[in-house]
């Protein structure tokens, strides 16, 4: 009987969750006010209350950005409601099916954020859709009700109806990761790697299409080939032009760029853009799918810790700048150039001495994405130099194969065990561990005291590996420099950053001092550097300044630029084994 009874309960507690459903209507008919209006119908939920709530973050973009502070008038058509904490409502409806209202304020151009005004809409999910909470697995319909003079709605959502913008997600996790173009823009596709690519581009720019649909599908081509297959059968582009557009950010089957609307010609700018294509793409895999234990399913309550975002933007930084080599947009000569000033830029930065890169990573929510005068002296960017820890990887694993495996076997792996087999993230240990299974060898001390310390990158060996030299172009130089960066501001010089170790840190020059005069010349614009460069180390300058407003006077004893300028050259006669390295890893 007992037993009889618990099987009765079962039966109807898993129809019962079965057969709730959760429906979203996204409206926004008055496009210039900037408020986005969203309806929640729940049909079944027969329990006496309901929590709801938005989420605080956007999975890509590591910062606590509060979003339920853009939401208004949130009510129901039956039962009441109220606020038991900053991001959730508690919802208690009077029968079992009841409309959730509210309205968005949504005027933040930026991929992680939601945008409306009369040229378009731009939706990214979790600044726009609140959630059921324990109930984000349920699957989700979505209707959308653009103003009648907008024509078109690009987004991977699978579409149910040709004739209306209906929408249908498995989750909540997909629904909000499916971000939406909703306007008048420019749509067209290609196809490559066995997958149909949507492009869709709002605002004027001077690109074009044929263009494009060449350009991007080789990148897609490139970054298909690391990992051996692709696993989607859609994918849409958001593509926004603007006068100072400048990023992107991945989706599981899309993905938003935001660029700059000039940008396309030839030439550097364009090579920019196809970079962060080839950025954007490569996530569909590193990250979206192949993922820190931490990234996934998401947490939208609160941050998610990892301490491999180096892996995560690192390996995709490293890859969106060695796949344009690999498709031909850059020669060998180029790639090392451009590699050789991210080691200068790194090696530069006074953080990279203090922060290990998984600190910066665990540390993004609070550091990376809140960054301040003092950032450079303390934090390093888990993007440039988990680039630089990619690239020896992937110079150690072509040394201890005799060139049979690269950094791209250590992808596939991941693939192949954590996304494909086990359907999981993966830990930190797991991640050493399938390096080192591709290497063949054993990496502690490289993630011991590289990785989790601040242990100089061991270049020369690495490069050595290929046949290549890592000369400092500064070797030997005398120049000396005063440590601080300045801006021009209403006319008068201002210190925007003083860097540790130098003769302005050092001496006490202050971030927002005005640089009046050096050794009673007054600094006029730019001419500081006229002023510095005529001495030599051991020099003391006096400098005048005006701090909040009060004339004052510091002496400054200064130095020799310590600053390195790397190239990477490779060698006159390298040896057979470094000839095969240096052809695998840059695909000669
Ligand atoms: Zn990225």
Same mark, same amino acid.
């Given at each position: 009987m007992r037993i009889l009874s618990l099987f009765f309960l079962f039966i109807t507690l898993s129809l019962e969750s079965s057969s709730q459903t959760v429906s979203y209507h996204l409206s926004m008919p008055e496009p210039h006010t900037h408020y986005f209006h969203v309806d929640i119908n729940l049909v079944r939920f027969s329990e006496d209350s309901v929590d709801i709530k938005m989420p605080v973050w956007a999975p890509g973009s590591y910062l606590v950005r509060e979003f339920s502070k853009s939401v208004e008038n949130f009510r129901l058509d039956n039962g009441s409601s109220k606020m038991i904490n900053k991001n959730t409502w508690r919802i208690y409806p009077n029968g079992n099916s009841v409309k959730i209202s509210y309205d968005v304020y949504a005027f933040e151009m930026s991929v992680r954020t939601s945008f409306l005004d009369e040229s378009h809409a731009y939706i990214n999910g979790t600044s726009l859709f609140m959630y059921i909470a324990e109930k984000k697995e349920l699957p989700t319909t979505l209707e959308i009700t653009p103003p009648a003079y907008w024509k078109k709605v690009s987004t991977s959502l699978e579409r149910t109806s040709d004739k209306t913008f209906s929408y249908k997600a498995p989750d909540y996790d997909v629904l909000v990761d499916s971000p939406i173009e909703i306007g008048n823009?420019?749509?067209?596709?290609? !196809?490559?790697?066995?997958?149909?690519?949507?492009?869709?581009?709002?605002?004027?720019? +001077?690109?074009?299409?044929?263009?494009?649909?060449?350009?991007?599908?080789?990148?897609?081509?490139?970054?298909? *080939?690391?990992?051996?297959?692709? @696993?989607?059968?859609?994918?849409?582009? #958001? #593509?926004?032009? /603007?006068?100072?557009?400048?990023?992107?950010?991945?989706?599981?089957?899309?993905?938003?760029?935001?660029?700059?609307?000039?940008?396309?010609?030839?030439?550097? *700018? &364009?090579?920019?853009?196809?970079?962060?294509?080839?950025?954007?793409?490569?996530?569909?895999?590193?990250?979206?799918? #192949?993922? @820190?234990?931490? /990234?996934? $399913?998401? !947490?939208? !309550?609160?941050?998610?810790?990892?301490?491999?975002?180096? /892996?995560?933007?690192?390996?995709?930084?490293? &890859?969106?700048?060695? /796949?344009?080599?690999?498709?031909?947009?850059?020669?060998?000569?180029?790639?090392?150039?451009?590699?050789? +000033?991210? #080691?200068?830029?790194?090696?530069?930065? $006074?953080? +990279?001495?203090?922060? @290990?890169?998984?600190?910066?990573?665990?540390?993004?929510?609070?550091?990376?994405?809140? @960054?301040n005068e003092n950032s450079k002296n303390t934090t390093i960017s888990y993007y440039s130099k988990g680039a630089l820890l990619a690239n020896a990887l992937d110079l150690i694993i072509l040394e201890n194969t005799n060139a049979e495996k690269n950094l791209d076997d250590v992808l596939r792996v991941l693939w192949n065990e954590y996304y494909k087999k086990q359907n999981r993230g993966f830990t930190d240990k797991e991640f050493q561990t399938a390096v080192e299974q591709v290497t063949g060898k054993k990496l502690d001390n490289f993630f011991l005291n590289t990785v989790s310390g601040v242990e100089t990158i061991d270049y020369k060996t690495y490069f050595s590996y290929a046949g290549c030299e890592l000369l400092d172009l500064n070797d030997g130089a005398e120049n000396v420099k005063l440590g601080a960066s300045t801006t021009i501001k209403n006319g008068r010089l201002m210190v925007t950053r003083v860097y540790h170790g130098t003769a302005a840190y050092n001496d006490g020059l202050y971030v927002n001092d005005e640089i009046v005069a050096i050794n009673g010349y007054r600094v006029a614009d730019n001419d500081m550097t006229t002023l510095v460069d005529n001495h030599k180390a051991g020099d003391v300058l006096t400098l005048t300044l005006s701090r909040d407003g009060i004339m004052t006077e510091i002496k400054v004893t200064l130095q020799n630029d310590k600053n390195v300028n790397y190239r990477i050259v490779p060698i006159d006669r390298p040896t057979e084994k470094q000839e095969l390295i240096y052809k695998k890893w840059l695909s000669e």
């Open positions: 823009h420019i749509e067209f596709h290609f !196809d490559a790697s066995g997958v149909k690519h949507n492009v869709a581009i709002y605002g004027k720019g +001077n690109f074009e299409i044929e263009a494009l649909k060449i350009d991007m599908a080789k990148i897609v081509e490139s970054c298909t *080939n690391v990992f051996g297959e692709n @696993p989607n059968k859609n994918y849409v582009f #958001i #593509i926004h032009n /603007l006068t100072n557009g400048s990023g992107g950010l991945e989706h599981l089957s899309s993905t938003t760029l935001q660029v700059n609307r000039w940008g396309y010609q030839t030439g550097r *700018n &364009y090579e920019s853009f196809l970079s962060l294509v080839a950025h954007e793409y490569f996530h569909l895999w590193n990250v979206k799918r #192949i993922r @820190p234990i931490n /990234l996934g $399913p998401f !947490d939208y !309550d609160s941050e998610n810790y990892t301490n491999l975002l180096w /892996l995560c933007e690192g390996f995709t930084s490293y &890859y969106d700048e060695l /796949l344009l080599k690999r498709a031909g947009y850059y020669d060998s000569e180029k790639y090392l150039r451009k590699l050789a +000033n991210t #080691i200068s830029r790194v090696e530069n930065q $006074p953080g +990279n001495k203090l922060q @290990p890169v998984t600190e910066a990573s665990f540390h993004a929510w609070i550091k990376a994405y809140r @960054p």
